[in-house]
């Protein structure tokens, strides 16, 4: 009797050796031990990044440079469980509204800023499955050959199974801006915050670049958005996010690390809450 019962214990002890050794070498990987004790504050979000953001220092176009950084920014805030959607702007482009302004019909210069979107799309998700990061491009205006149709059931399933979704085309109608559309994709799939990257670190009393006296908001309110008539987005997107009670944060997307500083919580810019 007492035999088997130290047969037991030695088993016992054997199978916690090599339990306790397989996970102290799981540990020595790095992004999995920063995933297991570094704590993110928001878990779904929905990053805007303006089209212009991917020209880097260029004056058109996309920068192969800019956006290998945000795949790599992207990458680091997938890796600790966040989920992950995206609406990129299509400024670098194409822009409907200018277009309009030198004569062409408006309806139709909105609709080849969408298709601008679907192309900086295209550019970001080659960039972030280079690094093996699973993407999933979907856009409001059906085109099968390059991009799933949008269903907001099966964008949530992607963002459950960890795959980083990326909304092109805008909402699909004209006058409607990729600010507008980002609202309106993070709504529908219940992100918890709009992260807005900008070239800026935050929200400030005049423009930064043109006023040197500017200076920043660490939180404000919507209320308060509304009195200074500060330009945060366009006021159709604002509201949208007001009536459903979403924040928004306002970050330079150009610093590293700021994107995992934003979903950890931490004061990288200005947020916007109630």
Same mark, same amino acid.
Request: charged share 25%; with cysteine.
């Given at each position: 009797?007492?035999?088997k019962i130290?047969?037991?214990?030695e088993?016992?002890?054997?199978?916690?050796?090599?339990?306790?050794?397989?996970? $102290?070498?799981t540990?020595?990987?790095?992004s999995?031990?920063?995933?297991?004790?570094?704590?993110m504050?928001?878990?779904? $979000?929905?990053?805007?990044l303006?089209?212009e953001?991917?020209?880097?220092? !260029?004056?058109?176009?996309i920068s192969?440079?800019? $956006?290998?950084e945000?795949? *790599?920014?992207?990458?680091?805030v997938?890796?600790?469980?966040?989920?992950?959607?995206?609406?990129?702007?299509?400024g670098?482009?194409?822009?409907g509204?200018?277009?309009?302004?030198?004569?062409?019909?408006?309806?139709?210069?909105?609709?080849?800023g969408?298709?601008a979107?679907?192309?900086?799309?295209?550019?970001l998700?080659?960039a972030?499955?280079?690094i093996d990061?699973?993407?999933? +491009?979907?856009s409001?205006?059906?085109?099968?050959e390059?991009?799933?149709?949008?269903?907001?059931r099966?964008?949530?399933r992607h963002l459950?199974?960890?795959?980083?979704?990326?909304?092109?085309?805008g909402? !699909?109608?004209?006058?409607?801006?990729?600010?507008?559309?980002? =609202?309106?994709r993070?709504?529908?799939?219940?992100?918890d915050?709009i +992260?807005?990257? =900008?070239?800026?670190?935050? $929200?400030?009393?005049?423009d930064?670049?043109?006023?040197?006296t500017a200076?920043?908001?660490? =939180?404000?309110?919507?209320?308060?958005?509304?009195?200074?008539? +500060?330009?945060?987005?366009?006021?159709?997107?604002?509201?949208?996010?007001?009536?459903?009670?979403?924040p928004?944060?306002?970050?330079?997307?150009?610093?590293? !690390?700021? +994107?995992?500083?934003?979903? *950890?919580?931490?004061e990288?810019?200005?947020?916007?809450?109630?």
């Amino acid at each position: 009797m007492k035999k088997k019962i130290k047969n037991h214990s030695e088993r016992v002890v054997f199978l916690c050796s090599k339990l306790l050794k397989y996970f $102290i070498f799981t540990l020595t990987d790095l992004s999995i031990f920063e995933k297991l004790f570094i704590p993110m504050k928001y878990k779904r $979000i929905l990053l805007k990044l303006s089209g212009e953001a991917l020209m880097g220092k !260029g004056e058109y176009g996309i920068s192969p440079e800019k $956006i290998a950084e945000y795949a *790599k920014d992207i990458q680091t805030v997938v890796d600790q469980g966040c989920q992950v959607a995206i609406v990129i702007g299509g400024g670098n482009i194409f822009r409907g509204v200018q277009a309009a302004n030198s004569g062409m019909d408006r309806v139709q210069g909105d609709y080849m800023g969408m298709l601008a979107t679907v192309i900086n799309g295209l550019a970001l998700q080659s960039a972030l499955e280079h690094i093996d990061v699973k993407t999933r +491009l979907m856009s409001a205006i059906k085109m099968d050959e390059v991009a799933e149709p949008f269903i907001r059931r099966r964008a949530v399933r992607h963002l459950e199974k960890g795959r980083v979704v990326i909304f092109s085309a805008g909402t !699909g109608n004209p006058y409607f801006t990729t600010d507008t559309a980002a =609202t309106l994709r993070a709504i529908e799939v219940e992100a918890d915050v709009i +992260l807005k990257g =900008t070239r800026v670190d935050g $929200i400030y009393t005049a423009d930064p670049e043109k006023d040197a006296t500017a200076t920043k908001y660490d =939180t404000i309110t919507f209320d308060e958005v509304y009195q200074k008539g +500060l330009n945060v987005m366009d006021m159709t997107a604002f509201t949208l996010c007001n009536e459903n009670k979403l924040p928004i944060m306002v970050f330079n997307m150009n610093t590293p !690390g700021n +994107l995992l500083n934003a979903v *950890k919580g931490e004061e990288v810019g200005t947020l916007v809450n109630f």
